[in-house]
């Protein structure tokens, strides 16, 4: 069966086809084309992710991304430094540059984006978070709660002064966690956040994503890809960040020798395809997570239009055609 629908929304993609966007060697080229792979995928409109490191490596990539005036790249989104440094929880974020929340030292990265942070993913643990928080939401930036061990209380605090979404919800908490509470039952629960969700089969089995997205509902659920440069490639060794990462041979990507998950080599239209296969979902209901919803989550719109195969047998989308127009002017009327 033949499918239109539109252009696809990632709010989280650390690099793509060999090019990760948090190297310090980033160059406009490699950028423009990992966008030209992702709309292949059916993506049109992205977030490059700028993870947990120093100052200089987050200022030398972000020149890089906001030079880059494609429409495909609606913001960056910011995730770290102000995480828990819990092994687990940080996932792979290097240690030595995880930081207590602050205001100036987020002005100084908001500044170096040319005022593009549109997303910033934080743990409200995190000395001063709450107050960084509150600063975020006052200028109009979303608000994220990941990489945590978050107390409920801390959890509650946090969403009453304005974060409205779980970043990759199940994943960048600890391997082992109290049966209850913690904080992904607390998160579920939260009618005023939703949530993201990696659906490769690796970060989340099948039957945890479908209990997820009963809880939370298909409405406040959307869906990333949390890809980095070994999307798209073979198996072998890829990085973000610095950090070295393994692609296997079943898609799955590690740090090597341990059970910690690195970001991921999934595809949207993957993520689409398993979202129907794991949750029995509808089709557009899956199209929506990962396209109307993370655009009116954050106060933005699609742009373009996909063509696809859809075979329902396989639950696969395989995209034919990408279209990506101009994105609409949301300041002229014009809505999702």
């Known amino acids: 069966m033949r499918v239109q629908l539109r252009g696809l929304f990632d709010l989280q993609v650390n690099g793509f086809a060999g090019v990760d966007f948090n190297s310090p060697d980033l160059t406009e080229d490699r950028v423009d084309y990992a966008l030209n792979r992702m709309r292949a995928t059916g993506v049109t409109r992205c977030l490059p992710t700028l993870i947990t490191g120093s100052l200089d490596r987050f200022v030398a990539s972000a020149r890089v991304l906001v030079s880059v005036r494609d429409p ?32 100036d030292g987020f002005e100084r990265r908001q500044t170096a984006c040319d005022g593009r942070i549109r997303l910033v993913t934080l743990a409200p643990e995190v000395p001063g978070a709450i107050a960084l928080i509150e600063h975020l939401v006052r200028s109009g930036i979303r608000v994220a709660i990941g990489h945590t061990a978050a107390t409920p209380e801390a959890i509650a605090t946090a969403i009453a002064a304005g974060a409205t979404l779980a970043t990759h919800l199940g994943n960048g908490c600890p391997q082992m966690l109290p049966r209850h509470p913690n904080p992904i039952w607390e998160l579920l629960a939260a009618d005023g956040a939703f949530m993201s969700l990696i659906v490769d089969g690796h970060h989340l089995p099948g039957s945890t994503v479908k209990a997820m ?10 869906l990333v890809t949390d890809a980095m440069a070994a999307a798209g490639c073979a198996a072998g060794q890829y990085a973000i960040g610095g950090v070295v990462c393994e692609l296997n041979e079943h898609g799955r990507v590690s740090l090597p020798g341990t059970p910690y998950l690195a970001g991921s080599a999934l595809t949207m239209d993957q993520a689409i395809g398993n979202t129907v296969r794991f949750t029995g979902v509808p089709l557009e209901d899956a199209i929506a997570m990962a396209s109307t919803i993370p ?34 002017d949301l300041k002229n009327g014009a809505t999702e």
């Open 295 to 328: 655009a009116g989550w954050l106060g933005d719109a699609t742009a373009g239009t996909v063509t696809a195969a859809w075979d329902a047998e396989r639950s696969e989308l395989r995209i034919e055609r990408t279209e990506a127009t101009e994105v609409p």
């Open 72 to 103: 495909a790249i609606a913001g960056i989104h910011m995730e770290g430094p102000y995480i828990s440094p819990a092994d687990g929880a940080r996932g792979a974020h290097p240690p030595e540059h995880i930081v207590p929340a602050s205001i």
């Open 213 to 222: 997205v009963r809880a939370k509902s298909a409405a406040r659920t959307i």
